[in-house]
Nanobody, 123 residues
Framework: QKHLVDYGGDLVQPGGSLRLSCQAS????????IGWFRQAPGNEREEVAC????????SYKDSWKGRFVISRDNAKNTVYLQMNSLKPEDAGVYYC????????????????RGQGTHVTVPS
């Protein structure tokens, strides 16, 4: 069965760190662009960071550039999102998407999507 599982969300104080994981089962991330997205209550989903599974190219939205790092462990077929210096405005449901169609390093097709993991940063 092919699917993505994302996890690692938690409640963390401002300034703290979290690492989210996105593990693929049944398919190789080599052929997909992998994106982490955030959806805050009442808002559209936002692209946070992306990684091209083929060549490892990464990209970040400006809001998170310099604080978040996307990386991959090929042996575990897992993509991570290291979140540092967290702010209350970073809170939301984070989920990963794998798509063959891409623009740059970011998927534009939701071939596979994780179930989402909650990140809470109290103000």
């Amino acid at each position: 069965q092919k699917h993505l599982v994302d996890y690692g969300g938690d409640l963390v104080q401002p300034g703290g760190s979290l690492r989210l994981s996105c593990q693929a089962s049944g398919f190789s991330m080599d052929y997909y662009a992998i994106g982490w997205f955030r959806q805050a209550p009442g808002n559209e989903r936002e692209e946070v960071a992306c990684l091209d599974g083929g060549d490892g190219t990464t990209s970040y939205k400006d809001s998170w550039k310099g604080r978040f790092v996307i990386s991959r462990d090929n042996a575990k077929n897992t993509v991570y999102l290291q979140m540092n210096s967290l702010k209350p405005e970073d809170a939301g449901v984070y989920y990963c998407v794998a798509g063959r169609l891409r623009v740059g390093a970011c998927p534009i097709s939701d071939d596979y999507r994780g179930q989402g993991t909650h990140v809470t940063v109290p103000s």
